[in-house]
């Protein structure tokens, strides 16, 4: 958002007049190039959120760039892949680790220094075809704007630390175009132990990144709804369905296939073989798992192992002998399964019926089979016993008691990530590693009765039910929805409640969208699924910082927030050190850009950031504005830099009216007005002297500048490459802004 041109929010008309701005009056010599390099640095385009690695972003001009790790990164140094594509063919980039200070503020300081070889490892320069530099110190676009570099980083050096400031992987449009801002692409990268930005925010009415669900329908086209898998391939929604008692003209019995979006019916498999093997009107009671592709195996009363896909008129399927089913589960190898009926545990062949494996043991009827690390895990609720079988023995190897159990069959659950054990017993869930040992007992006021895991976010989802008999006063017909973090045991979202969904009539059972964006909860008792879609309140995700300005320069304040449904935005300025705020009229970008003058310093800027969960603001951040001196300077921004923290600044020539005084950074800059500046080697940098004087630039060997980490150059290279570039000139860079964040 941009306010009329030349006026800052909150600013009376009658403004001064904006500073000039200066251009790049001349090409640098080699040695200059060198000491420029990455001496400032300008970020970019926004990041997608996908947080995983590797990660792209996108530039202002559809440019690609990708790096191959940008979390977790080994903090004593490390060697990424940067890739690019897209990329102007008529101007060079650099590509760096920078301290990222935001949008349209330069990053620095930067990793690694000046590359007098062109075999830099921390930084690398690439250039158009054909270029001047090209092979010595640059290397060259491939087709269409591609590079492929490999560079080394660390969380710490050359005054750089990522350990306390938020860091990117860059791209920049070299010295030669350092007002060009076409070619900045960031990439934020966390090493171990922290992650990238600074995310947060204060939340008004709830605390920044409240994850909640929200109901956003009921299906009730699948009877009375048992069981429930997501399919990880198809994506379809099966549902294994009793009968309603309410809809005796209709037999609702069967194995439905859902579109998830809407939840429409696009399959009803009802029926499937009976012990003679002629078909028959059966219920789908529990889904052991998924076929590959599309379709699922289930067990349908009383012994009945069936399977079938969307489309399917019929199940095909087998009866078994024995006793009723009463657990089903994928076999550990591919057309079988396994089968609790009551105490005994079997392997079953799916196209015989055939009992390839089979043990007894003390007690029990429900199980859950962890493949990834060969073990079963079998409740006996009655006995209070939690029993370890083997599987590649198909022996009981251990047994753990299941406490305060008092035989109330709940579930059991393992988390695929972690090979954690969830017992639900009564009103408790009780959480076991996969040795067995108890880490946790969770509390809930209703009865648990299912449980799904979320490998993606490390979140588990257990619906708790109510008992449904009104006389008891724990009782209220309502069931919840609670989120646990997997690691920490701890609610991850604001529980919800599930009107209406009591255990009189079955019990509730889960589906889980990978990555946690949906939840489907089955209602026995009402007969439907309720679809459950995830919200999060507005968290940021790049916070401002204090920044300064001439009176008449133009600023940019930037700030991101994440959150479902996508938050909106809108600029507050507070004129009385923030005990009152007023909106900013027409800002609701995510940048607000004005001209600032002096009546504007110390003013406060925040967004506020909202959506259907709650409101979150950035911290307030103040705005420093200075008067303008000098006398009408003409003359270049040297590659966008800040003089006060390049640590490095040549007098200018051809300038008039140069800024008086002294600026220190890294060395000393003493401005004068019509000044040259030439070479000498001494330490400090000194630009001119008073009516047009002769100042000498003395640049002292080794060290390291100041903003950038960038070598400096010893007084004998840099005479030598003035002699063989004919010229050191660039314009000194008029004093800016500091970062925005």
């Known amino acids: 958002m941009t306010p009329t041109p030349g006026t800052a929010p909150g600013t009376p008309p009658n403004g001064s007049s904006r500073l000039g701005r200066r251009g790049l009056g001349r090409r640098a010599g080699t040695a200059t190039v060198a000491a420029l390099l990455l001496a400032a640095i300008p970020t970019g385009a926004a990041v997608s959120a996908d947080a995983g690695t590797p990660k792209t972003a996108t530039g202002p001009q559809g440019q690609k760039l990708t790096v191959s790790a940008t979390t977790g990164l080994d903090p004593a140094g490390e060697k990424v892949r940067v890739t690019g594509e897209g990329y102007g063919l008529k101007a060079g980039i650099y590509v760096a680790l920078c301290k990222d200070n935001g949008d349209n503020r330069a990053p620095s300081p930067c990793l690694g220094g000046a590359d007098m070889s062109g075999g830099s490892k921390t930084s690398q320069w690439i250039v158009p075809p054909g270029d001047p530099y090209e092979g010595d110190l640059a290397r060259a676009f491939g087709p269409g704007g591609t590079f492929d570099v490999e560079i080394e980083v660390a969380a710490k050096g050359d005054g750089l630390d990522c350990a306390e400031v938020a860091c990117s992987l860059v791209t920049r449009a070299d010295h030669r175009a350092g007002g060009d801002r076409t070619q900045d692409v960031r990439i934020p990268v966390a090493f171990a132990g922290q992650e990238p930005g600074e995310p947060g925010g204060e939340g008004v009415d709830v605390p920044a990144g409240t994850v909640s669900y929200k ?206 054990v969830w017992v639900g017993v009564n009103r408790s869930v009780l959480v076991f590693d996969a040795a067995g040992k108890q880490l946790k007992t969770l509390v809930g006021k209703d009865l648990a009765r299912d449980a799904a895991f979320d490998a993606a976010t490390g979140r588990a989802y257990v619906a708790w039910q109510d008992g449904g008999d009104l006389s008891d006063p724990a009782n209220d017909n309502n069931g919840t929805l609670t989120v646990y973090d997997t690691e920490a045991f701890t609610v991850a979202a604001k529980d919800l409640s599930l009107p209406g969904n009591h255990s009189q009539s079955g019990a509730a059972a889960l589906a889980v969208e990978p990555g946690g964006t949906t939840v489907f909860v089955t209602s026995p008792a009402e007969g439907k699924i309720t679809k459950l879609v995830r919200q999060v309140s507005p968290l940021v995700t790049r916070a401002p910082a204090d920044l300064a300005a001439v009176d008449g ?106 800024d008086s005084g002294t600026r220190s950074g890294g060395g000393s800059t003493t401005g004068g007005s019509g000044s040259t500046g030439t070479a000498g080697g001494s330490g400090s940098t000194v630009g001119g002297g008073a009516g047009g004087g002769t100042g000498a630039a003395t640049t002292s060997g080794g060290g390291s500048l100041a903003a950038t980490g960038i070598t400096v150059m010893s007084a004998t290279l840099v005479a030598a490459a003035l002699v063989g570039a004919g010229v050191l000139a660039h314009r000194r860079a008029r004093r800016r802004m500091g970062g925005a964040f």
């Open 215 to 420: 109901a956003a329908a009921d299906f009730t086209s699948a009877g009375k709804p048992l069981d429930l898998l997501l399919h990880p391939d198809s994506k379809k929604l099966y549902v294994g369905a009793d009968n309603l008692p309410d809809t005796a003209d209709v037999d609702e019995r069967g194995l439905y296939v859902l579109n998830p979006g809407g939840g429409k019916a696009e399959s009803w498999i009802s029926q499937a073989p009976g012990p003679t093997g002629e078909l028959r009107t059966s219920a789908a009671a529990r889904i052991a798992g998924p076929l590959p592709g599309d379709g699922v195996v289930y067990n349908y009363p009383l012994r009945g192992i069936g399977s079938a896909k969307a489309g399917d008129e019929k199940a095909s399927g087998v009866w078994l002998t024995g006793s009723t089913i009463t657990d089903i589960a994928p076999g550990t190898t591919p057309g079988k399964v396994l089968v609790a009926q009551g105490a005994k545990l079997s392997e079953i062949d799916r196209v015989t019926g055939a009992a390839t494996r089979s043990l007894t043991l003390p007690g029990g009827a429900q199980f859950a089979a962890d493949p990834a690390r060969g073990a079963l895990w079998f409740s006996d609720f009655a006995a209070g016993k939690l029993h370890r079988v083997d599987l590649a023995s198909f022996a009981v190897t251990s047994s753990f008691e299941l406490p305060d159990a008092q035989g109330m069959a709940g579930f059991t659950e393992t988390d695929p990530a972690t090979g954690a």
């Open 553 to 658: 320069e133009e600023v940019t304040i930037a700030a991101a927030a994440e959150g479902s449904p996508e938050p909106t935005v809108r600029w507050q300025v507070s004129t009385d050190s923030s005990q009152t705020w007023k909106d900013v009229e027409g800002a609701t970008g995510s940048a607000l850009t004005f001209t600032a003058r002096t009546a504007q310093d110390g003013y406060r800027y925040r967004a506020e950031f909202r959506n259907d969960v709650g409101t979150t603001r950035t911290s307030a951040v103040t705005l420093t504005v200075t008067a303008a001196t000098g006398g009408g300077e003409t003359g270049g921004d040297s590659g966008g830099g800040d003089p006060s923290n390049s640590g490095v600044s040549t007098g200018g020539d051809d300038s008039t009216g140069d």
